[in-house]
């Protein structure tokens, strides 16, 4: 055998002796932690590469998040797309016409209000208010939550009334705060509107319109929303660089100091649980004790279902009241522990019990610049 190995296989052992030298990190031996972008304990501000090195793969490979014993979070991931109730399937015409419905004041008893009227597309699906008005400019209770990330999210409502998007778009209707109305009273409305007793003929194959084919169509309509490509569904996706070095310090902490993983993960950033902020003012004006007031049982007094974290910045004001105009004031309220609000000495007889604070909320240490950087990933959502 020729002891010359031909040049072929010359270029061949040169290239792996390179890229082993650059593994092993030198050819001095293996690599130190200053030739890796991450130590193998985490400083407590991490730079830029380290985290692009902890962040840079699938959802799936990260760092587990810090949470309280017993929380069952979801790892955080790109919005699917919504799933169809077997008894409610999509098509465009439907679509269409929940729309049409939607944007309708038809459906109000004043003729002024419609379903828009408090979620508009352009205020992220909200309203911008503190608390919604309705008819005959009543003011509610609570502020108007998106309604583009619906689909996936249930129960609805702040305090969980309805099991089904379907339901849901129905309570408005007949709220006599809200539009003033009546599910009947609409459905009759449509009846004699010869468009729509055409658009829902094509639709439900249906002779004569009821409430539940109402319900179904905007409820369609409102799946149809479900935002699936923001910056953060990007980066989830492999776009590394979707996300700036502040945005992955605010992704960090996040998922690590600031504790939010705790009540917002998995796609749709909600556990879709029930939690006590401690907003509740029980005893005052403003009393209102969500979840309690729809099941009675005492353990949910104070309670507010925890709200998808997607297009958030676009829907302030925060709260089920409205009472944080900002992103910053939400960030600083969770920081220092939530609202802890002290029972009276007595109740009255027949009081609804004094809620209980949420275990999760503690104070979390966090400084100016962590919070501004955990806002600048919150925009990416």
Same mark, same amino acid.
């Given at each position: 055998?020729?002891? %010359?190995?031909? !040049? ?8 792996? /002796? ?28 991490? &730079?830029?590469? #380290? /985290? ?30 919504? %799933? ?10 439907? =679509? ?18 419609? #379903? ?30 998106? =309604?583009?990330?619906?689909?996936? %999210? !249930?129960?609805?409502?702040? &305090? ?49 319109? &009821?409430? *539940? ?11 149809? /929303? ?33 504790? #939010? ?85 007595? *109740? ?34």
């Amino acid at each position: 055998m020729n002891a %010359v190995a031909p !040049a072929g296989m010359r270029a061949a052992r040169r290239l792996v /002796l390179s890229v082993a030298t650059l593994l092993l990190g030198g050819a001095g031996g293996p690599a130190t932690a200053r030739d890796t972008p991450c130590p193998g304990t985490l400083p407590a501000r991490p &730079d830029g590469a #380290c /985290l692009r090195t902890l962040y840079g793969g699938p959802s799936g490979g990260w760092p587990a998040p810090e949470v309280e014993p017993g929380v069952a979070w979801k790892e955080l991931a790109p919005l699917p797309s919504p %799933v169809d109730p077997p008894d409610n399937p999509s098509t465009p015409a439907k =679509v269409a016409l929940g729309r049409r419905l939607f944007f309708d004041p038809v459906l109000s008893k004043s003729r002024q209000l419609a #379903c828009a009227s408090c979620h508009d597309p352009d205020l992220g699906w909200a309203d911008g208010r503190r608390v919604s008005f309705g008819h005959d400019r009543q003011s509610g209770r609570r502020n108007a939550p998106s =309604v583009a990330i619906s689909a996936h %999210v !249930a129960p609805l409502f702040w &305090d969980g009334r309805a099991a089904t998007l379907e339901a849901q778009a129905l309570h408005p209707i007949a709220d006599p705060i809200e539009m003033g109305f009546s599910a009947r009273g609409a459905v009759r409305r449509l009846r004699r509107d010869a468009s729509y007793r055409a658009d829902f003929a094509a639709v439900f194959a249906q002779p004569r319109i &009821d409430a *539940s084919q109402l319900g179904q169509a905007i409820a369609a309509f409102e799946r149809s /929303l479900s935002p699936r490509n923001s910056r953060f569904d990007r980066f989830l996706r492999g776009d590394t660089r979707a996300l700036d070095d502040a945005q992955l310090r605010g992704l960090h902490l996040f998922r690590t100091q600031a504790g #939010c993983m705790n009540c917002h993960s998995g796609a749709a950033l909600t556990d879709n649980g029930f939690h006590n902020l401690g907003l509740h003012f029980h005893g005052r004006a403003r009393q209102d004790l969500g979840r309690y007031e729809v099941t009675g049982d005492p353990a949910d007094s104070g309670r507010f279902r925890t709200p998808s974290l997607r297009g958030v910045a676009s829907t302030a004001p925060y709260m089920h009241n409205g009472l944080i105009p900002r992103l910053s004031g939400v960030l600083a309220f969770y920081n220092v522990g939530g609202a802890r609000p002290r029972p009276p000495a007595s *109740s009255p007889a027949g009081a609804a019990p004094f809620p209980e604070p949420d275990p999760l909320l503690r104070p979390r240490g966090l400084g100016r610049q962590d919070l501004q950087d955990i806002e600048a990933f919150l925009q990416t959502l």
